[in-house]
């Protein structure tokens, strides 16, 4: 089906042929609109650029690598060859204007090697493949932010909200959240961090008031007693010794020299097994 002529004053055809007074084949560092045609059938990408020139040298880097974000731009690359490709200006315009400007071309030209239809959201109702995803799990393997990097995410969030604030996960994220976290331990490493980062720091007064609130009037043990086997297991626990440099205290007072309670160091030492690895830190 044919396109109708538009009745606009600036259309594509008179667009294109204002441009052509100024396009060539290497084109110096301006921002605008570009075109990169097929000679063979006709077939176009388009696309904006602050530097035509650097963008220009992406697309051919990009596309001889074999790692276009266009499948269809690669396919035909990869069969008619660079020679079969050649880069053109459709618009300059100022660099604030080319997303607007883009999309217009977009909208009325329908480039054929064009994926993404959306010039303010590329990926606007597309996923990722699982090998794309594979490929980007693998690429950031054993990579870390260098400390410039993560002062600068940190500088960012500073005063921001967390995503999740207000919201509830459904139970079965919770669900798979629990099993996936089932029987892993965290590394001594992180521990080590975790302690150091905790050390001295206190609730905030609201934290304490919100548990207290939501504490009280639980009557979870009103009117029970605990049977003599939990009082045992329950005395055991708090008075039973732990050696640590040649020093020996009971549960109670290593929470007490460290700012625990003995319920919580005893509750730490069924997971990570020894004082070695929890408190190091904190007594440094």
């Excluded at 079969?84 to 997303?99: N, R, Y």
């Amino acid at each position: 089906m044919k396109k109708q002529p538009s009745n606009a004053s600036n259309t594509i055809p008179e667009i294109i042929d204002r441009a052509t007074r100024y396009a060539q084949d290497v084109v110096d560092g301006n921002s605008g609109i570009y075109q990169i045609i097929n000679i063979v059938n006709g077939k176009r990408y388009i696309g904006s650029a602050v530097d035509f020139n650097r963008r220009w040298r992406q697309h051919r880097n990009h596309a001889n690598r074999g790692i276009h974000h266009s499948a269809h731009f690669q396919a035909a690359w990869n069969k008619y060859g660079v020679e079969s490709f050649q880069f053109s200006i459709l618009l300059k315009c100022h660099k604030d204007e080319i997303i607007d400007n883009e999309q217009i071309f977009l909208d009325r030209e329908n480039p054929e090697y064009n994926i993404a239809k959306n010039a303010t959201a590329p990926m606007l109702g597309r996923k990722h493949t699982d090998k794309a995803k594979q490929l980007v799990s693998i690429s950031k393997i054993g990579k870390k932010r260098s400390p410039e990097t993560i002062k600068k995410m940190s500088d960012y969030m500073k005063g921001k909200p967390s995503w999740i604030k207000g919201k509830k996960m459904s139970p079965e994220i919770c669900a798979r959240n629990s099993a996936a976290r089932k029987g892993k331990k965290l590394p001594p490493e992180h521990c080590k961090n975790i302690g150091i980062s905790q050390k001295g720091k206190k609730k905030p007064q609201s934290f304490v008031d919100s548990v207290r609130k939501r504490m009280t009037g639980n009557k979870y043990m009103l009117g029970k007693k605990h049977t003599p086997e939990v009082i045992a297991g329950i005395v055991e626990r708090l008075t039973k010794h732990h050696t640590h440099n040649g020093e020996t205290r009971t549960a109670s007072e290593w929470g007490e020299k460290f700012g625990i309670s003995g319920q919580s160091f005893n509750a730490r030492m069924r997971r990570w097994g020894n004082i070695d690895r929890i408190y190091v830190p904190r007594m440094q």
